[in-house]
């Protein structure tokens, strides 16, 4: 059963008036809000789960990781991240400036506050959503890093959903004022913790080599972690060995050695109950965490 067949979430467009539409200046940022209510509450309020999708993908396509965690008694809220969704389609700052995707999150979280009590809040991700939900923990980008990449030292790797990266980053830093990149790259290295975030479930997440060994061991909320055995697009050694290495409170395995990482978002997986298993480990546990 896939979600649509069941439930349908609440979508809702935000407008993030502190930051600014990457394509349209005098706009504020748009943040797509994706809202599912629990199936059977635990709670009162239940319990809420943030979710970010991976490169390129959707808050809306997460039904995979939504759909256990609503029939375990969470609402869930997921978030489209601009110019990194296929919705709206892609823009070089939204794949770059990766830090703005925590910043998202929060702003999601503000609204929702501002609407509702909120119970317990977890936060999981995929892919470059669990680089996501690894801030929302504590965990700060190496600014050194950053520079490289921006400055054009740090060559970008292959992007398959955005393959003229490489050159848009280089146009759109050519284009740019160096008061905007400076802009731009002052938020990057800064805390961007949540304090309502509780716990945090990684699913092959990204960007590991990119964040400080410090800030990771700064994490004092329980982490979970999952990846697949057979991942080359997130291998395991150059992005998540250090979140498993590095946050103390981090746990995590292997979902099996024939598991790729497109099999937990494209058709045809290697292992079928990947992503079942997967999506049922986090419901356990965020249950285990926030009730």
């Not at 092959?204 to 080359?232: K, L, Y």
């Amino acid at each position: 059963m896939t979600i649509f067949e069941w439930e349908k979430p609440q979508i809702r467009v935000l407008s993030d008036t502190s930051r600014r539409d990457l394509r349209e200046p005098d706009r504020p940022r748009p943040v797509r809000l994706y809202l599912w209510e629990p199936r059977r509450p635990v709670a009162v309020p239940a319990p809420l789960v943030v979710v970010s999708h991976g490169t390129g993908g959707s808050g809306g396509d997460m039904e995979w990781l939504v759909v256990p965690l609503t029939e375990a008694g969470f609402q869930v809220a997921a978030v489209d991240h601009h110019g990194n969704n296929l919705v709206d389609g892609y823009d070089p700052e939204g794949f770059c400036f990766i830090w703005e995707r925590p910043r998202d999150i929060s702003f999601a979280l503000d609204v929702l506050a501002s609407e509702q009590t909120l119970g317990p809040v977890g936060a999981a991700g995929f892919s470059l959503g669990g680089y996501t939900v690894a801030a929302l923990a504590g965990a700060r980008l190496d600014m050194q890093i950053l520079e490289a990449v921006v400055a054009g030292h740090v060559p970008l790797p292959v992007v398959p959903e955005f393959p003229g990266l490489s050159e848009a980053l280089r146009k759109m830093v050519s284009e740019a004022s160096e008061d905007e990149l400076r802009a731009a790259l002052s938020i990057a290295g800064t805390d961007l913790s949540d304090p309502r975030v509780q716990a945090v479930f990684q699913v092959a997440p990204s960007d590991g080599m990119s964040v400080t060994a410090e800030s990771m061991q700064s994490v004092h909320v329980p982490v979970e972690i999952r990846w697949g055995g057979a991942d080359t697009i997130v291998p395991f050694d150059d992005h998540i060995r250090p979140y498993l290495e590095h946050i103390p409170t981090a746990h995590g395995c292997s979902v099996g050695p024939d598991v790729r990482h497109e099999d937990f978002i494209g058709p045809d997986p290697a292992d079928p109950t990947a992503r079942t298993r997967v999506g049922e480990e986090a419901a356990a546990f965020f249950l285990r965490q926030l009730t």
